[in-house]
């Protein structure tokens, strides 16, 4: 059993290093030993300090996936299971103008280069590859036919 001076450490600990969402820092805060009662007070300071921001983790979390080359759908998915809301992702993607066609072609071309698609089943895979990659079929035909 951890008290609220020790789960504020522990939580200060965590957050010097890299932003959590309030979902991730009350799992491990849980893990610790915390009572639910002394996490949500712990989690409410980090937020009155603004040592725990949820608008800086989701814009945190966007740009990394951005760069590794994974879309919005695949972008919201994942902060689904973090506890943030579409409404929240998109608030975020909304002040960073992100282009996702430009994000699908850049992809694309990492991936496939300037190879020609020589049948159909190529075309199909590599549709579902921009698919499970989190892109729109609007955004994986414009990086498809933009090189055709």
Same mark, same amino acid.
């Given at each position: 059993?951890?008290?609220?001076?020790?789960?504020? /450490?522990?939580?200060?600990? #965590?957050?010097?290093?890299?932003?959590?969402?309030?979902?991730?820092?009350?799992?491990?805060?849980?893990?610790?030993?915390?009572?639910?009662?002394?996490?949500?007070?712990?989690?409410? #300071?980090?937020?009155?300090?603004?040592?725990?921001?949820?608008?800086?983790?989701?814009?945190?979390? %966007?740009?990394?996936?951005?760069?590794?080359?994974?879309? %919005?759908?695949?972008?919201?998915?994942?902060?689904?299971?973090?506890?943030?809301? /579409?409404?929240?992702? %998109?608030?975020?993607?909304?002040?960073?103008?992100?282009? #996702?066609?430009?994000?699908?072609?850049?992809?694309?071309?990492?991936?496939?280069?300037?190879?020609?698609?020589?049948?159909?089943?190529?075309?199909?895979? =590599?549709?579902?590859?921009?698919? =499970?990659?989190?892109?729109?079929?609007?955004?994986?035909?414009?990086?498809?036919?933009? %090189?055709?």
């Amino acid at each position: 059993m951890a008290d609220i001076a020790e789960l504020k /450490r522990m939580a200060l600990n #965590w957050l010097s290093r890299r932003d959590y969402s309030e979902a991730q820092l009350s799992q491990r805060l849980a893990r610790q030993g915390g009572e639910p009662a002394d996490i949500a007070q712990v989690i409410s #300071w980090c937020k009155n300090e603004d040592y725990l921001n949820q608008q800086r983790f989701i814009s945190m979390l %966007l740009r990394s996936r951005i760069n590794k080359g994974y879309g %919005l759908n695949y972008i919201v998915q994942e902060c689904r299971q973090q506890n943030i809301s /579409r409404e929240q992702v %998109l608030e975020v993607v909304a002040q960073l103008d992100v282009d #996702w066609f430009q994000q699908a072609l850049l992809l694309y071309q990492k991936k496939y280069g300037q190879s020609a698609i020589t049948e159909y089943k190529d075309k199909l895979k =590599r549709m579902a590859y921009l698919q =499970r990659r989190g892109f729109s079929s609007e955004q994986i035909q414009f990086a498809i036919n933009h %090189l055709e």
